[in-house]
T-cell receptor, first 119, second 111 residues
Framework: AQKITQTQPGMFVQEKEAVTLDCTYDTSDQSYGLFWYKQPSSGEMIFLIYQGSYDEQNATEGRYSLNFQKARKSANLVISASQLGDSAMYFC????????????????FGTGTRLTIIP | NAGVTQTPKFRVLKTGQSMTLLCAQDMNHEYMYWYRQDPGMGLRLIHYSVGEGTTAKGEVPDGYNVSRLKKQNFLLGLESAAPSQTSVYFCATTLKGGGQHFGDGTRLSIL
């Protein structure tokens, strides 16, 4: 079974609108971390935002926020006021287990969502 | 991506040839990782290292070897390249919170 599921292969959004990228995950661990990365057409992987499983508040980083719904096992990325430069692939990833516990450092990635912002 | 440097950026090999990809980091991080990225499959972990002299297998280790002789360098080797190893390879080190900081990638084509 997939541990990270991104059900939207591609999305088109009008510039300046907000966009939500879906991510659901599967784990039996109580302690885990969720991450979002952006990969523009140039190919580099850019870390956007992190949410720990015990964090009570949703993570925010500028225009990015993570809508964390633990009971539903979802960690959706919300981008407010989208810009043309937001066009890219977006990957959701999960680290299972406690931070820096031996053997639990690995990230599992979803297959990504290609976001295209329309002017 | 300051801090994680991958060499080379592009390479074309013939089937059966060998090569080594180099990842160098200047952030004094203990943890380093090698991933491959294929269309429609996200990133998959090949091997990783939790410190100098230690390595461990990831999700797709077959056909690859790694070495971490120095803390700052993590090498990925292909002993006998196969077309199935055509991919984009990313090296990463661990950020605070467990996230990872990636290099710019190496695009490898095996003919």
């Amino acid at each position: 079974a997939q541990k990270i599921t991104q059900t939207q292969p591609g999305m088109f959004v009008q510039e300046k609108e907000a966009v939500t990228l879906d991510c659901t995950y599967d784990t039996s661990d109580q302690s885990y971390g969720l991450f979002w990365y952006k990969q523009p057409s140039s190919g580099e992987m850019i870390f956007l935002i992190y949410q720990g499983s015990y964090d009570e508040q949703n993570a925010t980083e500028g225009r990015y926020s993570l809508n964390f719904q633990k009971a539903r096992k979802s960690a959706n990325l919300v981008i407010s006021a989208s810009q043309l430069g937001d066009s890219a692939m977006y990957f959701c990833a999960m680290r299972e287990g406690r931070y820096f516990s031996f053997g639990n450092e690995k990230l599992t990635f979803g297959t990504g969502t290609r976001l295209t912002i329309i002017p | 991506n300051a801090g994680v440097t991958q060499t080379p950026k592009f390479r074309v090999l013939k089937t059966g040839q060998s090569m080594t990809l180099l990842c160098a980091q200047d952030m004094n991080h203990e943890y380093m990782y090698w991933y491959r990225q294929d269309p429609g499959m996200g990133l998959r972990l090949i091997h990783y290292s939790v410190g100098e002299g230690t390595t461990a297998k990831g999700e797709v280790p077959d056909g690859y070897n790694v070495s971490r002789l120095k803390k700052q360098n993590f090498l990925l080797g292909l002993e006998s390249a196969a077309p199935s190893q055509t991919s984009v390879y990313f090296c990463a080190t661990t950020l605070k919170g467990g996230g990872q900081h990636f290099g710019d990638g190496t695009r490898l084509s095996i003919l």
